[in-house]
């Protein structure tokens, strides 16, 4: 027998902008939520309990063409009386404080989606359910799962245990029927204080359900001014006087729902990666056929990525021996690639030092892209001219990874700092972050940024030579905020002959830990200068005269 769950979320748009307004999340596409783990789950936490922060009542607006009107309430609004579709003045003036926001029923949906996606920990064949404020909720078909959880019973407590502590108010149902299942958990009685309803015998569930857990929106209404309230009233009538006189869709739906008409749960899909398999009917027994193999594998992959207009960035290597028995190689690659050869000679490097032990042989060879990005079609040079193209760059670094290991191999970039000795840093050559300048490109040579909104700038005019770390120097200005007429470094004296600048440069405020007591940041004063023998060097005043310090200190950073 099949058996269907329905959790219905009655308060989902406002428990939804609630948390959202807690846990205040990064823009982006929604993502599951993540749960807590079923050790942690307790029999007396089923139900949702409200929290004592929430005593004031609480409501989404939206505009329609009769003005503002609540679009939904919480608990506590739904209490005082409040009605949904309400003008919100006169809410205003039964409820002084309300607190209202705007609603957004396409991020409603979204999250939904998301929610019910996170539902797979407990059944593979999840979906969505939107509706109406109030009627919105998550299917999902539960047949052959429930043991794996100790019976329905836990299983539907410990979902809702999830939901409440996600702050969701919620009640749910199993059933035969998807349709038995929807109405249960929204219109019967909860024969338990936990919000459940557990149904095995379809005509003693559905007879005494009201006409509207049937899902048949208005005609609902239309049916109990003829005084049919309940299912049990019309579950007897002939299908054709029911459908001439309440449409086709009142069959269908109590067919659906008593078990006569099957339904099928529409799952969400999960996202299947780019995959390609070559099998054999003769295993491989030789190490120069399983690069052949895994050449001829990589192209069928690459057709897909290009049809697709993606490259990859991570990719699995299974090996099938004969006995049952699995080897995985992973590769990584610099930059979105989808040349087969390339990552032929990759995995070719890989396997003649992974010393594999083929065994009876190989029949079937997969791969697997584990990570893609959007990669464009790009346009080659009639004439090659020796210049290194970014991609002859990533493929460099690509091989050096496979020889030396990815902790090994190494890139200069950027950080959103105007502190010169803060402004570069070494970063894993396969740990790269595109910004939106260079990700039509390659994300080889783009900018890793954890703060991006000083990544996207030109960067400034240094000198060729840096040093790691400034070192102090002793200059001597015609005027406290003026450029050195001369200074010392290394015990040697240096007469400046032209100066430029200053640039200044102030410190990172937003930095933790940078105003210490002991070295409190500065501002520093940076000037190009150029000595009587033609040598030129970077040179900063650290603090401003008066200012931060009496005594300022000079610095040189670099040279040319």
Request: aromatic share 6%.
């Amino acid at each position: 027998m099949r058996r269907f769950m329905s959790l219905s979320l009655p308060r989902w748009p406002t428990d939804r902008h609630r948390q959202s307004a807690i846990s205040s999340p990064k823009p982006g596409p929604a993502s599951p939520p993540r749960w807590p783990d079923r050790s942690s789950a307790s029999p007396d936490s089923a139900a949702a309990k409200p929290d004592p922060d929430r005593t004031a009542p609480f409501a989404l607006v939206h505009t329609t063409t009769g003005g503002e009107r609540l679009y939904a309430l919480d608990t506590e609004a739904a209490r005082r009386g409040l009605q949904v579709n309400q003008a919100v003045s006169d809410a205003k003036a039964l409820e002084p404080g309300l607190q209202l926001r705007p609603a957004d029923p396409t991020g409603d949906i979204r999250r939904l989606a998301a929610l019910a996606r996170g539902c797979g920990r407990w059944s593979p064949w999840t979906a969505p359910d939107p509706g109406q404020p109030g009627e919105d909720g998550i299917l999902l078909e539960i047949t052959g799962c429930a043991h794996l959880f100790g019976g329905e019973q836990r299983l539907l407590t410990e979902t809702l245990q999830a939901l409440a502590r996600q702050g969701h108010a919620a009640h749910g149902a199993i059933a035969p029927t998807l349709g038995l299942a929807w109405g249960l958990a929204r219109h019967a009685a909860p024969n338990r204080v936990d919000g459940m309803n557990i149904a095995d015998d379809i005509p003693s569930a559905l007879t005494p359900l009201p006409v509207a857990a049937l899902r048949i929106g208005e005609t609902a209404a239309t049916l109990r001014r003829f005084g049919l309230k309940r299912v049990g009233d019309i579950i007897d009538m002939p299908r054709a006087s029911l459908s001439r006189r309440f449409g086709r869709a009142l069959v269908d739906r109590l067919d659906q729902a008593s078990g006569r008409t099957r339904e099928v749960l529409n799952p969400l899909q999960a996202v299947t990666p780019f995959r390609a398999r070559t099998r054999y009917v003769d295993a491989l027994l030789l190490l120069d056929g399983l690069k052949q193999g895994v050449k001829d594998t990589a192209e069928g992959l690459c057709e897909a990525l290009e049809a697709a207009g993606r490259g990859v960035t991570r990719l699995d290597l299974h090996l099938f021996r004969v006995d049952g028995k699995t080897h995985l190689l992973t590769l990584g690659t610099a930059a979105p690639a989808r040349e087969a050869g390339h990552l032929a000679r990759l995995f070719n490097e890989k396997l003649d030092r992974a010393e594999i032990d083929i065994g009876f042989g190989i029949e079937m060879i997969e791969l697997t892209a584990r990570a893609t990005q959007r990669l464009g079609e790009r346009q080659d040079g009639l004439v090659d001219d020796g210049r290194i193209e970014e991609t002859d760059l990533a493929r460099l670094t690509d091989r050096l990874v496979v020889r030396l290991g990815e902790d090994k191999v190494r890139r200069a970039a950027r950080r959103a700092s105007h502190q010169p000795d803060r402004a570069a840093l070494w970063r894993p050559a396969m740990n790269v972050t595109p910004t939106p300048a260079t990700a039509r490109r390659t994300p080889m040579l783009a900018v890793a940024e954890a703060e991006p909104q000083s990544a996207l700038l030109p960067p400034p005019n240094r000198p060729l030579l840096i040093l790691a770390r400034p070192e102090p120097a002793e200059a001597v200005a015609e005027i406290p905020d003026g450029p050195p007429r001369s200074f010392v470094w290394r015990r040697v004296r240096h007469q400046v002959d032209r100066a430029e600048g200053p640039e200044r440069l102030a410190p990172d405020w937003w930095r933790e830990g940078i105003w210490q007591a002991d070295r409190p940041a500065r501002t520093r004063d940076y000037f190009r200068v150029e000595t009587r023998e033609g040598r030129r060097f970077w040179l900063y005043r650290d603090g401003l005269y008066g200012l931060e310090t009496t005594r300022p200190q000079w610095f040189v950073h670099g040279a040319s």
